[in-house]
């Protein structure tokens, strides 16, 4: 039976306006926002629990939610690390059992703070996913998606195969026009989720929503 799931509805009907001036005004300049003290004791925490064992790939599991796709990501590669953040410290913690397994993290966290802690440590991750972030549909909210985010640039830092799925395939558009400008080509498809990675995903599987995926790869 197919239950039904919220379809996105936008004002916006194509790639925005002002998304080129945006992204290269960010690439153009530095992010100077303070770290706020709690993602940099989270960061620390993450890169101790890291140290602990034979050094190992990374895949950064961004927005992770209760943390079902990192759970599944730490399955799929045994071999890797497999790092997920969430700023909700409710949605983490659901999960306490979890929150350090063989070769998984969850940590809660801003990710605009982690990234750039990130880059200024010198990660390079071995795959990146962002998987059905908030589109922030109104027009007026270019600024919140992370394409238009002045941390986009240390997404991107961070290199890495990157993979991002939305059920709006106008997010996924502007994210790769963003990457173009950024000089990264990628690909943009449409999907089927045999084995849903997120709540979400399986939701909108059931309710016939068509899927989308963009990759890159970012080295």
């Known amino acids: 039976m197919k239950t039904s799931s919220k379809i996105i509805v936008s004002n916006q009907a194509g790639i925005h306006e002002n998304l080129a001036s945006i992204v290269r005004k960010h690439l153009e300049s530095e992010y100077r926002k303070p770290v706020a003290d709690h993602t940099k004791r989270a960061f620390a925490a993450v890169c101790a629990r ?35 953040i969430d700023k909700s410290e ?3 913690m659901r999960e306490r059992p979890t929150l350090f397994r063989d070769n998984l993290i969850l940590m809660r966290a801003d990710l605009v703070d982690f990234y750039r802690l990130a880059v200024e440590a010198g990660w390079t991750l071995a795959r990146h996913y962002v998987l059905y972030p908030n589109p922030y549909p109104k027009s007026v909210h270019i600024k919140r998606r992370w394409h238009g985010s002045p941390v986009f640039p240390y997404m991107l830092k961070l290199g890495g195969v990157f993979e991002m799925r939305s059920n709006w395939r106008l997010y996924l558009e502007e994210f790769a026009a963003a990457l173009e400008i950024a000089g990264h080509s990628s690909s943009l498809e449409s999907f089927e989720a045999d084995e849903p990675l997120t709540a979400f995903e399986r939701k909108y ?15």
């Open 50 to 84: 890291l140290e602990d064992v034979p050094a190992r790939p990374i895949i950064l599991d961004a927005c992770c939610g209760v943390g079902d796709s990192s759970r599944a990501l730490a399955a799929q590669f045994p071999d890797h690390w497999v790092v997920g």
């Open 90 to 92: 409710s949605r983490i």
């Open 205 to 219: 599987s059931e309710s016939a929503q068509p899927l989308y995926r963009l990759s890159a790869d970012l080295d």
